[in-house]
């Protein structure tokens, strides 16, 4: 097998779109329209909220993601050109174009072309000041070959055209992704399928997708939702309806979705029952002409609840279902039913050589054959078997193939478990709790719990990547739902009639019944639980699981509060627990006697909690704690006992009025949150914190002033003050803070001035949103 080099194929490619824009020009209008615009259409899209609040340095961080997205869209403005980040960024996304194949769509957003290929006009004036710069050649380099490619100009955005334009970005993007995904067998499918969708014509027509599983029904259907959502009034795609109906109110969750989407309402909707969300869905949709595609439909109830009738939806509507229960479709009106079939002996090879050899100009034939004949033509079972095989030598092939034995019936869980038998013992683990407990939730969120388990999963999620056991969808992990039936089925299998001794639990209605079981029941084999009924007596469950190290407890009912038992006598969370995560936390204190010395990450989310715990608590591995949300939360605990915490979050705690003392000698914080702490008057000195990179201060009215700073804070990297109440940036952060490279001050009404030499001070450090500053 001959390597070539890398090509665009064989990218990692977690985004569809990166979008590159000035903030202070477009993120707040154009930039948001389109960015809302382009989810709604299932485009996956990297847009920066303020700039990274985790710490992160900005151009590593964000070269990854322009590298890890199919298209680049470039929003020029007229003070585009005036941020050195965003000219580092266009220069990265044209390297790109150049040496990935990247797709790259210019914007002009009230500039001319011309001005930004000749660096004149406004435009001009702001990329003067980088003239003398070492980084000044490449940059005008890039923007010249950036305003050559095919683009779109807004020149008239008060006349009405802006959402005339997003609609055309939208459309192009769309129309370039279904290309270069290019889907083996897919074009066929697709045309045959629109023609049964009958686009144009009057009624309400439901269309059936149905498959086998891994056959690529849900592929299909999110191909033909991006071509022809532009033609509906409203459109909507609800993902994994068997799985999310599982779970309590799952269904009245689900018409949540297609209400809120369909209506596009920025206020919650509420639905207090099924029958109710039947009923809203039929009077705010009858008179619509909407597109909606159900995912993964398997018994009669989910139909039922969002889409019963024909008679629920507007003239011109299509309703679009994807099942693998056939039965459902003899027991529902049916107006046309699309059959996925499974691909050709050519397809199938082409399909498997995409992921055994990727990157390689040449391949084995009659391996791949070989290898092909064992999956019968699934999309599925030919891209894991080919990711597992990819790299492997031809005897590890033969052996591979002695192991799946010459019945070409081979079921293709077998396949999938053959792939998860490769991995090491903690890509194991790794890939056992996302199927159980993360999919379908945020990556960042997901790799700061695994860090806290001591799963390291940086290397462990690139391996479940490459072996098509997961994907990264946007800013989420995701799988096919064969792969997470089959991590399903590994744990089930541990003790297949006793949920209580496996090593992980979510099930609501296995967590219900042995819930009520006797409290001598032994729980020792269970070591991650995650919890969303607020049904189980939570402190009662978690109390005998001595091997607890995760724990996950989801809307937590508000009635469930501990008593003066639970908080004096034996404590209910384990010492052993290395990471621990509840909403709506209950109004105790933690208990005295929890002193967990292994515990890196809690995260307590809305609780409901006055004060964390009493005095002093020492957890010497704690790293993460987070509180956001914790709007009972007035006066922070004392953090003297946590050596180690790196991050805290206590952003919206809106009560919040005193962060203790503690924190000002903390030797190891990075970040500090304090977003929407809208009462805090006090910031503590912070100049002994010795490792703080990210400062975070927004939305915090009544803080007027930032403490005088005695020594130096090398670290600090990002302040963040957008809607405080600050007033004045004293002179010992320009001369204390020497590494201070991005200050945010959008909307501080009350800004006047920096106490520094201002011109020296902005050669160093990029100043968003202040106005006219004074020095």
């Keep these: 097998m001959a390597s070539s080099s890398s090509s665009s194929s064989s990218q990692s490619r977690n985004y569809d779109v990166f979008l590159s824009f000035r903030g202070e020009d477009t993120r707040y209008n154009f930039v948001k329209n389109l960015h809302s615009a382009l989810l709604q259409r299932r485009i996956y899209t990297y847009k920066d909220a303020i700039r990274n609040y985790n710490g992160d340095d900005i151009g590593p961080s964000f070269s990854k993601a322009i590298e890890e997205s199919r298209i680049a869209v470039i929003v020029f403005s007229k003070n585009y050109a005036e941020s050195s980040f965003c000219l580092d960024e266009l220069t990265h996304i044209m390297k790109c174009k150049l040496e990935l194949g990247q797709t790259v769509i210019p914007i002009f957003y009230g500039v001319d072309p011309s001005d930004v290929r000749r660096q004149k006009g406004e435009f001009g004036q702001g990329f003067a000041k980088h003239q003398k710069t070492s980084r000044a050649k490449p940059w005008r380099r890039a923007l010249i070959d950036a305003s050559m490619l095919s683009r779109f100009e807004l020149q008239n955005v008060a006349s ?109 909707v509420e639905v207090k029952s099924v029958e109710e969300g039947k009923s809203m869905i039929q009077n705010s949709l009858c008179r619509k002409n909407v597109l909606i595609v159900l995912d993964d439909v398997d018994n009669h109830e989910q139909l039922e609840a969002l889409a019963g009738s024909h008679k629920w939806f507007g003239g011109g509507s299509r309703i679009i279902i994807t099942t693998r229960n056939e039965q459902l479709l003899r027991n529902h009106k049916v107006d046309e039913i699309s059959r996925v079939s499974l691909l050709s ?136 739902d064969l792969v997470q039936e089959m991590g399903h089925n590994i744990v089930q299998s541990e003790d297949p009639n006793n949920p209580n001794k496996r090593s992980r639990v979510w099930r609501t209605e296995e967590i219900e019944e042995f819930s009520h079981a006797e409290a001598i029941m032994n729980y020792d084999k269970i070591e991650a639980i995650q ?41 209910f969370l384990s010492n052993e627990s290395r990471c621990i995560s509840w909403v709506n936390h209950p109004e105790s204190p933690l208990p005295d006697n929890f002193q967990p ?64 003392p503690s924190i000002e000698c903390h030797p190891k914080l990075v970040c500090l949150n304090l977003d929407g702490c809208c009462k805090l008057q006090v910031f503590p000195t912070f100049d002994r914190m010795k490792m703080l990179e990210t400062l975070i201060l927004c939305h915090c009215p009544q803080l007027l002033n930032l403490p005088e700073i005695q020594q130096h804070v090398a670290c600090l990297k990002y302040l963040y003050l957008d809607e405080s109440g600050i007033e004045v940036l004293p002179s010992s952060v320009g001369k204390y803070c020497t590494n201070l490279s991005f200050i945010s001050l959008f909307g ?28």
């Design 160 to 268: 009405g055209h802006e959402a005339m334009v997003i609609k055309n970005v939208v459309d192009s993007i769309s129309e370039s992704l279904l290309s270069m995904n290019s889907y083996v067998g897919m074009e066929t499918r697709l045309q045959d399928f629109k023609s049964h969708i009958e686009i144009g014509s009057g009624g309400v027509r439901m269309v059936w997708i149905w498959g086998v599983g891994g056959s690529g029904k849900t592929t299909l259907a999110s191909c033909v939702f991006k071509e022809i959502s532009p033609h509906f009034e409203n459109h909507c795609f609800v993902d994994n309806i068997r799985e999310e109906s599982n779970k309590i109110n799952g269904l009245q969750n689900l018409q949540k979705i297609v209400l809120a989407t369909l209506l596009e309402t920025q206020t919650r």
């Design 345 to 480: 002996n050519d397809e199938a090879l082409q399909l498997f050589n995409r992921h055994a050899y990727p990157g390689y100009l040449s391949y084995d034939e009659d391996l791949s054959r070989r290898a092909v004949s064992y999956t019968g033509g699934l999309p599925l079972a030919l891209k894991v078997l080919g990711s597992f095989l990819n790299k492997k030598f031809g005897y590890e092939w033969m052996s591979t193939f002695d192991r799946l034995g010459d019945n070409s019936e081979i079921g293709i869980l077998e396949i999938l478990k053959m792939s998860y038998d490769g991995l090491e013992p903690v890509e194991k683990e790794l890939f056992l709790d996302i199927a159980c407990f993360f999919r379908g939730k945020s990556k960042d969120s997901a790799m700061q719990m695994l860090d806290a388990c001591g799963f390291h999963p940086a290397v462990g999620v690139t391996v479940l990547t490459d072996m098509a056991l997961i994907t990264i969808k946007g800013d989420k992990f995701d799988m096919h």
């Design 531 to 571: 919890v969303s009924s607020n049904s189980p007596d939570v402190p009662k469950l978690v109390s005998n699981m001595k091997r607890l190290r995760f724990l996950d407890v989801h809307d937590y009912s508000c009635d469930h509060h501990l008593s003066h038992k639970d908080i004096e006598g034996p404590h």
């Design 597 to 660: 010395e292994m515990l890196v990450l809690l995260k307590l989310h809305q609780s409901l909690q006055e004060k964390i715990w009493k005095s002093y608590k020492f957890m010497p591995s704690l790293k993460v704690l987070d509180l956001h949300g914790s709007n009972n939360l007035i006066r922070t605990p004392d953090f003297a006992g946590l050596p180690n915490l790196e991050t805290l979050e206590l952003s919206d705690c809106t009560s919040l009025i005193e962060i203790h």
């Design 748 to 775: 501080c009404k009350n800004f006047k001035r920096i106490e520094c030499n201002f011109t020296l001070f902005k050669k160093k450090c990029v100043i968003s949103g202040g106005g006219p500053l004074k020095s």
